[in-house]
């Protein structure tokens, strides 16, 4: 039986290669040859739009111009800063339509404003964006008339509602299901709690009425 020699593979692999002749260079070392498929087209690394577009996170309704400014007016006690840290459309990136109505739809679904309109507007430098908003009046008072068993520090501390915050019906009504819930805890299962003031969006404060029963 004859030996073979250890470094016969390196040799083989080496021979075949010699064989079909230099490899194209990696694209991190060059990019594709002249005359690939695959080679940039119009600054991009992908054949068409679409492809680059899904890459980036953007709908294929985006469009080749930069969104320049974003302005929010109508806005008193919420900043600005806290709307624009909301939105998916930013300064810089490429104004997509699709993703400001995601961004509309989600300001009007948060308790800040009671409405949210957009306008934009080309200009040379790009696009600019106005988002109009009506905000919610804020909570400026919580009273609690009635009660004598237990005390407003405690019923406050189960609403949760604090004076400054917007006025959200939603958030008073469970707040005086709250109320009645603790009054029954605390052995009074026929109180019954109502709301005075704070169910309707212009309301300056919340006023809860209790009757703590027998």
């Not at 990019?31 to 679409?50: I, M, N, R, T, V």
């Not at 106005?130 to 009273?143: D, F, G, K, P, Q």
């Not at 917007?166 to 008073?172: C, K, N, Q, R, T």
Request: net charge positive; hydrophobic share 40%.
């Amino acid at each position: 039986m004859t030996s073979r020699n250890p470094n016969w593979l390196p040799l083989a692999v080496a021979a075949s290669m010699l064989a079909i002749g230099p490899l194209p260079l990696a694209w991190g070392q060059g990019g594709p040859p002249q005359g690939s498929p695959q080679q940039f087209q119009g600054g991009s690394l992908f054949g068409d739009k679409a492809a680059a577009k899904k890459v980036y996170g953007l709908s294929l309704s985006a469009t080749d111009e930069l969104v320049t400014e974003i302005r929010v007016e109508g806005n008193k006690t919420v900043p600005a800063t806290r709307v624009l840290s909301q939105l998916e459309t930013r300064v810089g990136r490429p104004f997509d339509p699709q993703a400001l109505s995601r961004d509309v739809k989600k300001l009007a679904s948060l308790p800040w404003f009671t409405e949210v309109r957009r306008l934009s507007k080309q200009t040379a430098e790009g696009r600019v964006i106005v988002l109009r908003v009506a905000e919610r009046s804020t909570i400026r008072y919580i009273e609690y008339l009635g009660n004598a068993k237990l005390k407003d520090k405690k019923l406050a501390k189960e609403t949760g509602l604090k004076v400054g915050a917007a006025v959200d019906p939603y958030a008073v009504e469970d707040g005086r299901r709250r109320l009645q819930d603790l009054y029954a805890e605390n052995g009074y299962p026929r109180a019954q709690v109502s709301i005075l003031e704070g169910d309707k969006l212009e309301d300056k404060g919340v006023v809860f009425v209790i009757n703590e029963g027998v």
